[in-house]
């Protein structure tokens, strides 16, 4: 899951300093991917942008690389867009713990609630007993 791809399909760049740091911009090829070493980071771009998806193995991707089993590859949903009480509501529905460490690590990064950090943790909790 090291690429994004801009659904321009073109060559670009994506301004994110928030999130890059001093890896800002990334760089999209002529066929519109970007490689992005760190899981983590890949999941945050693509909660904020809506104008980038998974891009699977690149350009030319190989059938020969396992696809990992888990559904954890994108989020649930962009906290940022959600208010406290609907972020605790809709963690209920999420099963998957690296989804929910996703989660807290992004909100985390945008608005860094404690509300919403422990709705998340809560769920966490509950998915540990």
């Known amino acids: 899951m090291p690429y994004i791809k ?3 399909g073109e060559a670009g760049e994506l301004r994110n300093s928030q999130i890059l740091g001093d890896r800002s911009p990334l760089e999209f090829d002529e066929d519109g991917y970007a490689y992005v070493e760190d899981p983590i980071v890949a999941d945050k771009l693509l909660a904020m942008h809506r104008h980038i ?11 020969d690389i396992d696809e990992p089993d888990d559904e ?3 989020l ?3 906290p940022e867009e959600h208010t406290n009480d609907e972020i605790a509501e809709r963690v209920k ?6 989804a929910l460490e996703a989660l807290r690590n992004l909100e985390e ?3 860094d ?5 422990d709705a998340i943790d809560a769920r ?6």
Do not use: C, Y
């Not at 193995?57 to 190989?62: A, K, L, R, V």
């Not at 529905?93 to 690296?98: E, L, R, Y």
């Not at 966490?124 to 007993?129: A, G, V």
């Open 53 to 63: 998806e998974r891009g699977g193995h690149g350009p030319g991707g190989s059938d």
């Open 72 to 74: 954890s590859e994108t």
């Open 76 to 78: 649930p949903f962009n």
């Open 113 to 117: 609630r404690d509300g919403a950090k």
């Open 93 to 98: 529905d999420v099963d998957d713990a690296a």
């Open 124 to 129: 966490m909790d509950e998915l540990e007993d």
């Open 109 to 111: 990064e945008q608005k």
């Open 6 to 8: 801009h659904e321009s």
